[in-house]
């Protein structure tokens, strides 16, 4: 496992595996910022491999069929378009579970998104997880863990990828570019410290995002014009509209520059902090108004996003 972060994991499953104690049901949130895709990946290789040592084999038949992606035991399902996945894509399954042998040994279940799932889809999945077919491993992967159904919870092994430290993701970016990273790029990794993965994606293709923190509060504090936002674009400015006003509460309530996100706020905000004397609360609010607005976009389908995080921002002026 490159990604250090998840090595815990990883080695925990692998374990359990060897050791013959491997739950059945497995919960992994859907970070890909974090690498969680890769560790299911090679968690589900691993499931599926006749003879598994450290990790996969990678040349028996089962590996073989599983690197073509043709591998007959192994189902994947996932939410298309961020639609919801309904209960005749769940019982389809539950139904192919039951009546198609294992020509391998195991057979393993990878739902991502899992939290699209409709509730009477969880439902019928959560009575495939209670008298599960013999060998059957699931890994379900959605955004929030928390919004899958509790009974559904209870009958899965939760596991939780924290991001590392500052100190262990600056180490392990030298490592993989094998130099000294600059000063702009321990910028990106202090301020995505939940996106390890998608810094150094960025960091590869030499393609720096636009600072999306410093132009909304260009805007804001300047009262110039708003950023225009595509349909797919909303997540990210919902992330920095969090950020900034996660940012412009530590400064007014006075923590020390370290504790920013964006040490290079301090010196627009705290003028206008003083202007504008928006109580705490109202910024608490405001973030609230956010996580609540993450939440509905990702659980509904067909919201308009874009919208969505413009009258968050209408809300501020
Ligand atoms: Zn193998």
Redesign the pocket.
Known sequence: MQLPWLRPLWLTLRNDLAQQRLSHAHCIAWQPELGSDRLIQQFVRLLL????QQQ?????K??LLAAAGSHPDYYALDSVDDKAIGVDVIRELTSQLQHTANQFGGKVVWINQADRMTVTAANALLKTLEEPTADTYFILSPRRVSSLLPTLRSRMQIHVISPPELSILQQWLAQHLQRHPSAVELQLLQQHPQAPVQVLRWIENNDFPADRVTVLATAWFGQQRWPDLDRGDWSSWLDASEQLLGDLLRIQQGLPVEQLRQPSLLAMAKPWLKQQQISASQFSEWLKSCYATRKMATEQSGLNGALLVQSLWARWR
């Open positions: 491999c006749q003879q598994p996969a084999c990678g040349r028996c089962s590996c």
